[in-house]
């Protein structure tokens, strides 16, 4: 089976849905995306949509950030992404990809009297880092852009060329991941992460006004550890020096679930082992994430109307 794109207002093979060569997001990063996780629950026969309203709702404040034009119900966005899972007729976990771009055939550095558009496609997609024996990582020597450059707030396509540039150094010397730092040198995010510490029974995070992508996956966090396990979150500036002495570390993203960070910078975390608050948070978002728990079924969308056969075994994760 094919899988599906949303292109030019209609459902087609991805493999037939191309833009030209002059599209001018290809050339400036003027565009906004999203990613969306359907997880696979061989059990219930079910493909589960993780808050997929929410990330249109995110990419609808990214595209009035950037001036891209958004004139979308998202709830008929919603149905259309459901539409592409279904016709993928898939039993693995997805990932959705929505861009809202500058659609215009022109040359011309500027975000005025260009046209937009969006398509949206699903793609299969298992995990991103490991999530068992977690992430070693370091602080990148690239910083992560300030809000008076790009704001990291909306999910811009250019964003992502400094986060290309932080994962790719990470990787060649040898690391699963890398930690911005913001300008005036206090922790970020991952390169597509949000990150959190445990530290004395609390999570801390960096708040939304250091430069970071507000993630849905982190707002999950929050949630879980303060309804199931009692935990506040405290939303403050981090040091460099206190990723090295936290109690936990994990991060949080579509892509990345809930992944623990075992070393920074060589220095262990913890006794350098998953943490045991991480452990329980992950354990939940995954219950939560596959559509087992009903308490959270607000946040996940099945896709198929009828529970879909399968000889794969129930997987946890
Ligand atoms: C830079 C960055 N930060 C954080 C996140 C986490 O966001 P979310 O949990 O909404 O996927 C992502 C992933 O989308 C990201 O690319």
């Not at 496609?121 to 910083?143: E, I, M, N, Q």
């Not at 990291?152 to 400094?162: E, L, P, Q, S």
């Not at 960070?261 to 220095?267: K, L």
Request: charged fraction near 25%; glycine fraction near 8%.
């Amino acid at each position: 089976m094919p899988d599906y794109a949303y292109f030019n207002k209609q459902i087609m093979p991805i493999s037939e849905a191309k833009v030209g060569i002059m599209t001018h997001a290809l050339h400036y990063g003027t565009a906004c995306f999203e990613g969306i996780r359907g997880n696979w629950n061989a059990e219930k026969g079910q493909i589960y949509l993780f808050r997929v309203k929410e990330h249109y709702e995110r990419l609808s404040r990214s595209c009035h950030i950037m001036r891209i034009g958004f004139p979308y119900d998202i709830d008929e966005l919603v149905e259309i992404t459901l539409e592409l899972v279904r016709k993928s007729g898939r039993q693995e976990d997805v990932y959705i990809r929505p861009l809202a771009y500058k659609s215009s055939q022109l040359v011309g550095v500027r975000m005025h009297n260009v046209e937009d558009d969006i398509l949206i496609f699903v793609t299969p997609f298992g995990p991103y880092l490991d999530l068992d024996k977690g992430a070693r990582c370091c602080v990148s020597s690239w910083r992560r852009v300030d809000d008076t450059m790009i704001p990291a707030r909306a999910k811009v396509t250019g964003i992502y060329v400094n986060s290309a540039l932080a994962k790719t150094e990470a990787f060649e010397n040898g690391y699963d991941e890398a930690i911005f730092l913001n300008h005036d040198g206090h922790v970020a995010e991952g390169s597509g992460e949000n990150i959190f510490l445990v530290m004395s029974g609390k999570l801390v995070t960096p708040p939304s006004s250091d430069n970071i992508l507000v993630g849905i996956t982190r707002d999950a966090a929050i949630t879980l550890a303060r309804e199931e396990l009692g935990i506040e979150t405290v939303e403050r500036s981090i040091d460099r020096s206190e990723l090295y002495i936290a109690d936990e570390c994990f991060m949080t993203g579509t892509a990345a679930h809930l992944t623990p960070v075992v070393e920074v910078d060589h220095r262990a975390i913890g006794n350098g082992k998953v943490g045991q608050i991480t452990k329980k948070l992950q354990t939940m978002y995954f219950d939560v994430i596959r559509g087992n728990n009903p308490k959270y079924s607000h946040w996940t969308s099945p896709a198929y109307k009828q529970p879909v056969g399968s000889t794969k075994k129930a997987s946890s994760r």
